[in-house]
């Protein structure tokens, strides 16, 4: 088939030491036939999939009540890691609440002052409309004498 393929390899067959290593699968079948005698990995036998094998491989050597304790440690580690995951999207979620909140007021006060403004504009020129002098429009609405000069 052009998609499945069978290899069958006879391990004992496979006689190669770790000088001899030169492919991946010569270091796959090395490690394969002699994991159970090895004490630590080979300087041949490098990269982050065989480091995953051998940690895989002191796991499965623990005698039972190590087993157990591993088991409780790596639960332990999920329900901390999972109330840490749970309080941060917490905290993200009570952030996003309270800037939303600043956000609102902040742009109501704008609103208010560009509102403000734009009364305090439109009092001056009905003022001016009545024909009131410039100071006493000043002292209505609170504008300066310029801007009530650049609304002519």
Not at 38 to 58: C, N, T
Not at 76 to 97: C, I, P, S
Not at 118 to 136: F, H, V
């Amino acid at each position: 088939s052009d998609k499945l393929n069978y290899v069958f390899i006879e391990l004992p067959k496979f006689r190669k030491e770790v000088a001899e290593l030169k492919t991946n699968m010569d270091r796959w079948l090395f490690c394969l036939k002699n994991l159970s005698k090895l004490d630590s990995r080979p300087p041949e036998v490098q990269g982050k999939i065989f480091e995953m094998l051998f940690k895989a491989a002191e796991i499965q050597q623990l005698k039972e009540t190590e087993m157990e304790k591993y088991r409780k440690s790596i639960l332990e580690y999920n329900d901390v890691r999972e109330v840490a995951d749970f309080a941060k999207e917490e905290g993200r979620a009570e952030g996003l609440e309270k800037g939303i909140e600043k956000g609102r007021a902040k742009g109501m006060e704008e609103g208010l002052k560009k509102g403000i403004e734009t009364e305090k504009i439109t009092i001056a020129r009905n003022c001016m409309k009545k024909g009131l002098p410039i100071e006493t429009i000043r002292e209505i609405t609170g504008l300066t004498i310029e801007q009530i000069n650049a609304l002519k």
